[in-house]
């Protein structure tokens, strides 16, 4: 999945790259993204208390008001934590991967809407003494969202995005696939690089997942610091 994501990105990339040098009025954007978020679980309290750090490549298209963006984040390292079950202590492993979809209109020069794909796929690998057991499982669904930027100046400028996604859970260990709802917002500076096409960010991400009907009611957080480096071909 990790792989055949990137090669489809890449291969996007070339595509669009192609079309960008025979089209005045279409900007290409690619770089790189890293987050490096922590991560709480309930219903059961502090379960998991961890971070990780997910780096990846992204890619946006604009045309006049319109825009599109694909981003994936591998993580370099998984969630790690140690459960209490029954009086053992377990020790898990949790890997998840985002592949974030995006495709809207500026409304105006500062205000944006666009619809949206979510995926996270991820591996849970729980050890006691020499045996361990894995499973994998995945969150995704469309949504909506807005983007905000507030100028500060020629270089620097605020922005803010938040989306709302109606998805799916769904587990190996299990045929049942659950309602969830994820809300994410990220937040912080944007700055271009004078006498060049380099941007960069720098913020915060917010992400929670709701899940009603797992184990009673589910959700899990993660927060950390976010930021991107793009090359702008225009």
């Known amino acids: 999945m990790k792989k055949s994501s990137v090669i489809l ?37 502090g379960v998991i208390n961890s971070s990780s750090i997910l780096v990846g490549p992204k890619l946006n298209v604009i045309y006049d008001n319109f825009f599109s963006e694909i981003s994936y984040l591998i993580p370099f390292s998984g969630f790690n934590t140690t459960v209490d079950f029954f009086g053992y202590s377990v020790s898990e492993n949790i890997k998840i991967s985002w592949l974030n979809l995006k495709l809207g ?14 995926k996270n796929s991820g591996s849970d ?11 994998t499982f995945s969150i995704s669904g ?16 605020l922005y803010a995005n938040g989306s709302y996604n109606f998805g799916s859970y769904s587990n190996q260990a299990s045929t049942i696939t659950y309602t969830c709802n994820v809300f994410d917002v990220e937040g912080g500076l944007g700055y271009k690089f004078l006498m060049s096409n380099i941007q960069a960010t720098l913020g915060w991400r917010y992400q929670t997942v709701s899940i009603p009907d797992f184990f009673g009611g589910s959700k899990m957080t993660f927060s950390g610091p976010f930021g991107s480096l793009v090359y702008s071909f225009r």
């Open 105 to 118: 209109y500026m409304v105006s020069p500062n205000i944006g809407i666009y619809a949206g794909y979510i």
């Open 125 to 135: 690998t729980a050890s006691l003494g020499t045996t361990s057991l894995s499973g």
């Open 9 to 45: 990105m890449l291969l996007v990339f070339i595509m669009a790259a192609d079309i960008a040098w025979s089209k005045d009025d279409l900007t290409i954007e690619a770089g790189i993204s890293i987050w490096n978020p922590s991560v709480t679980f309930n219903p059961v309290e």
């Open 142 to 157: 469309p949504g909506a969202g807005i983007i905000i930027r507030l100028p500060l100046g020629k270089v620097i400028n």
